[in-house]
């Protein structure tokens, strides 16, 4: 079966960290980039974070709200992708979703999430 | 960064109708648009790539559609499981950006 299983999430206090995990079955993870989308409670997705292949390089792009705090890394041999969150503040608070970006572009497929709550 | 502008935010339809959501883009984007649907309580579920087309399994009552900086979604011959809150997505450039959303409810 095709799928994404996050895992990971939790309370932490401001200016801690977590670290996400996601498990990637049923295609070949290597071929991918893959991305970091949160969602907040009640708001729109959000864009956090990509890993390109080894193609180009395991290259990373970040939203500007988390550069410099959290960082998005692969392991291409055991299927997963990771989210190293660091310095972490209440606006942080969200559902955090692994996702898949298509061949052709664009997100193609989601992980269940993993609920990240940041509070003191 | 690059807005995408999503009309209207929400929109109540009756099982039959066709529907449309519209999302413009803040610059050129060429067709670097997907789009998602998402029922309360799961994950986003993913239409459509490249504005136009359909992501595997997706029936062909959705369709998309690409003119300039704008971008259709067109959902015809609704049904009572087409309810949910429909998002786009440019994937052209970065930050990846999404609209605000359209909740489509059925009557």
């Known amino acids: 079966e095709v799928q994404l299983v996050e895992s990971g999430g939790g309370l932490v206090q401001p200016g801690g960290s977590l670290r996400l995990s996601c498990a990637a079955s049923g295609f070949t993870f290597s071929d991918h980039y893959m991305d970091w989308v949160r969602q907040a409670p009640g708001k729109g997705p959000e864009w956090v974070a990509r890993?390109?292949?080894?193609?180009?390089?395991?290259?990373?792009e970040y939203a500007a709200s988390v550069r410099g705090r959290f960082t998005i890394l692969r392991d291409d041999s055991k299927n997963s992708v990771y989210l190293q969150m660091n310095s972490l503040k209440t606006e942080d608070t969200a559902l955090y979703y692994c996702?898949?970006?298509?061949?052709?572009?664009?997100?193609?497929?989601w992980g269940q999430g993993t609920m990240v709550t940041v509070s003191s | 960064d690059i807005q995408m502008t999503q009309s209207p935010s929400s929109l109540s339809a009756s099982v039959g109708d066709r529907i449309t959501i519209t999302c413009r883009a803040s610059?050129?984007?060429?067709?670097?648009v997907a789009w998602f649907r998402q029922k309360p309580g799961e994950a986003p579920k993913s239409l459509i790539y490249?504005?136009?087309n359909l992501q595997s399994g997706v029936p062909s009552k959705f369709s998309g559609r690409a003119s300039g900086t704008d971008f259709t979604l067109t959902i015809s011959s609704l049904q009572p499981e087409d309810f949910g809150t429909y998002y786009c997505q440019q994937h052209n450039s970065y930050p990846i950006t999404f609209g605000q959303g359209t909740r489509l409810e059925i009557k």
């Open positions: 890993v390109r292949n080894k193609a180009f390089s395991y290259s990373t």
């Open positions: 610059q050129g984007i060429s067709s670097n």
């Open positions: 490249g504005a136009s």
């Open positions: 996702a898949r970006r298509g061949l052709y572009g664009g997100t193609d497929m």
